[in-house]
Nanobody, 122 residues
Framework: QVQLVESGGGLVQPGGSLRLSCAASGSIFSIGTMDWYRQAPGKQRELVAVITSSGSTTYAGSVKGRFTISRDNAKNTVFLQMNSLKREDTAVYYC????????????????WGQGTQVTVSS
């Protein structure tokens, strides 16, 4: 069906930058919203950023002005550019997509990436 593969996580010092990517593959005819979530140890998963199919973006207050979400529709890929990283940004980051899939009749379904660890530490 559809797979989402994330990349770009790692260890970075406070104040540093990372860029996450999430690429979808499979029998896709369209993708709606593309989102990034994160989950820190002992905490609930939280929404970080959203980009709609028309390109409108929304950010959590804690990351506004530091993170930028973007998408490449031709490559079914969403990005998260993270600048001025703080220790409290440490978490597993997950991408989410609302994907239109060709399964006989077109069907819209929710898909998640496998998660990528981002650790901000000196």
């Amino acid at each position: 069906q559809v797979q989402l593969v994330e990349s770009g996580g790692g260890l970075v010092q406070p104040g540093g930058s990372l860029r996450l990517s999430c690429a979808a593959s499979g029998s896709i005819f369209s993708i709606g919203t593309m989102d990034w979530y994160r989950q820190a140890p002992g905490k609930q998963r939280e929404l970080v950023a959203v980009i709609t199919s028309s390109g409108s973006t929304t950010y959590a207050g804690s990351v506004k002005g530091r993170f930028t979400i973007s998408r490449d529709n031709a490559k079914n890929t969403v990005f998260l550019q993270m600048n001025s990283l703080k220790r409290e940004d440490t978490a597993v980051y997950y991408c989410y997509m609302r994907v239109g899939v060709l399964l006989g009749a077109p069907t819209w379904s929710d898909y998640w990436g496998q998660g990528t660890q981002v650790t901000v530490s000196s």
